[in-house]
């Protein structure tokens, strides 16, 4: 069966400081990757997706960038981090355009 | 580009009562999907119901049906005999290969 792992589950950053969350995914192959991010309050926000490696498209232009090094691994970074970064961050794949998306556990970013 | 807007940012109902969340969306496409999901207070996002464009049946999935009507762009679910573990952030979502997601309705169950 397939599964979603992501972390870390918690982090603590300072200001100014670099950023690298990870997912993998088991089970499939070529999946489609995503990463999201939750705002308290909010919705959930799409940063950027993959359809393939080395394939990535950006949602929200800002100091984030993502990699897909490997088919199945999916990498959010920053190498300054601000205030606003905080929040809770999805990873999710999915099999196909018309195939649920199934996410990973979260990670929790507080940049202080 | 697309949006999806759920204009309830609470509701609440009554343990065994029926409750219809709202979502409408905007897109130029024809196919494409649409999602309710669930987010329990535990964050782990659970797929509630799924429907095809294309398709004019609604879908349903025991006490969760929705209300798909393509011309309004409007995508309503319906949860009928609720129940406390019902409680939680709702978001509806609207997917061609990206999935555009709502900014959520919390649902709080009265017992």
């Known amino acids: 069966s397939q599964t979603i792992h992501q972390w870390p589950a918690t982090l603590v950053q300072p200001v100014g400081s670099p950023l690298s969350l990870e997912c993998t995914v088991e089970g499939t192959s070529n999946p489609n990757l995503y990463w999201y991010r939750q705002a308290a309050g909010r919705g959930l926000q799409l940063l950027f997706y993959?359809?393939?490696?080395?394939?990535i498209s950006s949602e929200v232009p800002q100091n984030l960038s993502a990699s897909r090094p490997q088919d199945r691994q999916f990498i959010l970074s920053s190498k300054k981090l601000l205030l606003s970064d905080s929040g809770f961050y999805l990873c999710?794949?999915?099999?196909?355009?018309?195939?649920?998306?199934?996410f990973g556990e979260g990670s929790r970013l507080t940049v202080l | 580009a697309q949006t999806v807007t759920q204009s309830q940012p609470e509701m609440s109902v009554q343990e065994a009562e029926t409750v219809t969340l709202s979502c409408t969306y905007d897109t130029s496409e024809s196919d494409y999907y649409l999602f309710w999901y669930k987010q329990p207070p535990s964050r782990q996002m659970i797929l509630v119901i799924r429907?095809?464009?294309?398709?004019?049946q609604n879908a349903t999935e025991n006490r969760f049906s929705v209300n798909f009507q393509k011309a309004a762009k409007s995508f309503s679910l319906k949860i009928s005999d609720s129940q406390l573990g019902d409680a939680a952030m709702y978001f509806c979502a609207y997917s061609e290969d990206k999935i555009i997601f709502g900014k959520g309705t919390r649902l709080h169950i009265l017992p």
């Open positions: 993959s359809v393939g490696i080395g394939q």
């Open positions: 429907q095809e464009a294309y398709k004019q």
């Open positions: 999710a794949w999915r099999a196909g355009v018309p195939g649920e998306l199934f």
